[in-house]
Every structure is written in C-alpha cells, then in structure tokens.
C-alpha cells in the first residue's frame, strides 16, 4: 500500500510541476489563482505540507463550499457541500412563512432569512463561476460572475446581514 501511495504523490508532484512550469507567468492571473499558484509552487519545490496553517486551505470545489470557511480559532476550515445543505434546510424548516404576498404584483416575497440563504447561494455561484478551483484558470466566467455577485449584494443588503 505504500509503494502504490508513494508512486501516486510522485506522479501528482510531477503533474504540479508540469502545471507550473506551463504557467510560468502568473502576473495575468486573477489573485486568487496567482495565490494558489504560489502556494503549490512553494509545495512542489520545497516539500511543504499543503494543509499546514497557511494563506489557502485545501478546497476540493466538488466537496466543498468556496465561497465560505468556518473558523476553528484562526484557522479557515472548509464547509462540506452536503454540511451546507443540512444546515440550510434546517434554517429552513424553522423559518416562519410569508404573508401578505400579493400574487398579482408580478414581485416575489422572502423572508430575511430565505433572502439571506439566496444570496450565499448566490455568492457560491460566483465563486464557482469565477477562475480558481471549480471553474479553471479561465476568465469567460467572470462576467456572469460579477452579474451573480451584483444581484447577491443587491439582495443581502436588504438584510441585516448586509455586504459581508
């Protein structure tokens, strides 16, 4: 079983280094992926535990949440997709229920708390949209990106929340 670990983390430092090398310049890079370029690069050539306290936890964008931490003191802890899940239909299920809603008016009505979930919802689609982790070094997400961000402001700020 170590032998196949070892071959595994040999071939994944080979595949980093091979990513780095491909993007030697990161100066066109939105910031958070010139940071988790630098990150991997001080991984790959200096053997460091990428799950040590650091600038970026580990996110697995198919696991977990990017576009919010919990904290553990002062370190930053992924939030698991279905961790998520469960804690908002529990928010859910006790929040209280709308009235006065006119179906004529042609306008939806939330509770605070339904628009305060929309817009984190919203929030981790942009995060999803925009280059990093789920969506690539790409940039022709960031328009949709910056709409979806727009609109979840627009929403929170009509909350107690507000623009966090």
């Known amino acids: 079983m170590t032998d196949d670990f070892e071959l595994r983390y040999r071939r994944m430092r080979d595949a980093a280094a091979a990513a780095l090398a491909a993007?030697?310049?990161?100066g066109d890079c939105p910031q958070p992926v010139e940071r988790?370029?630098?990150?991997?690069?001080?991984v790959v050539e200096h053997d460091i535990d990428p799950a040590a306290e650091g600038d970026l936890p580990?996110?697995?964008?198919a696991r977990n949440l990017l576009s919010r931490f919990n904290y553990q003191g002062t370190r930053r802890v992924p939030v698991a997709l279905d961790d998520e899940a469960d804690e908002l239909r529990r928010q859910m299920?006790?929040?209280?229920?709308?009235?006065?809603?006119?179906?004529?008016?042609?306008n939806v009505?939330?509770?605070e708390l339904r628009g305060m979930i929309v817009?984190?919802?919203l929030q981790e689609l942009?995060?999803?949209?925009?280059p990093g982790p789920a969506f690539g070094p790409g940039a022709h997400g960031e328009a949709l990106a910056a709409l979806?961000?727009?609109?979840?402001?627009?929403?929170l700020d009509q909350t107690f929340v507000g623009r966090q």
């Open 23 to 26: 993007v030697a310049d990161t």
């Open 36 to 42: 988790a370029l630098s990150q991997l690069r001080q």
């Open 58 to 61: 580990v996110v697995d964008p």
């Open 93 to 106: 299920a006790a929040d209280r229920t709308v009235g006065g809603a006119d179906a004529d008016s042609g």
């Open 109 to 111: 009505v939330l509770t």
């Open 119 to 121: 817009g984190g919802l």
């Open 126 to 130: 942009a995060a999803r949209l925009s």
């Open 148 to 155: 979806v961000t727009e609109l979840s402001w627009e929403l």
